[in-house]
């Protein structure tokens, strides 16, 4: 089993679809770490049930964040 982690920022647009695409037997959470969106991004994430995580912008921050 594995954990997805997605960094995002204003992805209301994707997020749906990408969440969809991590659906797997394998995949055992979704973590979507938002480094401060003003778009529907994180109540989309979490209506498809990821695990929301918001900080500030950075994707190594993000990342980090995420695996912690």
């Known amino acids: 089993m594995i954990?997805?982690?997605i960094p995002t920022l204003n992805e209301g647009r994707?997020?749906?679809s990408v969440l969809a695409r991590t659906?797997?037997?394998w995949v055992k959470e979704v973590i979507v770490v938002d480094g401060g969106?003003?778009?529907d991004?994180?109540?989309k994430a979490r209506a498809r049930g990821a695990r929301v995580i918001e900080t500030d912008r950075g994707r190594a921050?993000?990342?980090n964040l995420g695996a912690q």
Request: charged share 15%.
């Open 3 to 5: 954990s997805v982690i």
């Open 14 to 16: 994707t997020i749906e």
């Open 23 to 25: 659906q797997s037997q």
């Open 37 to 39: 969106s003003t778009d």
């Open 41 to 43: 991004t994180v109540s």
């Open 61 to 63: 921050r993000q990342m």
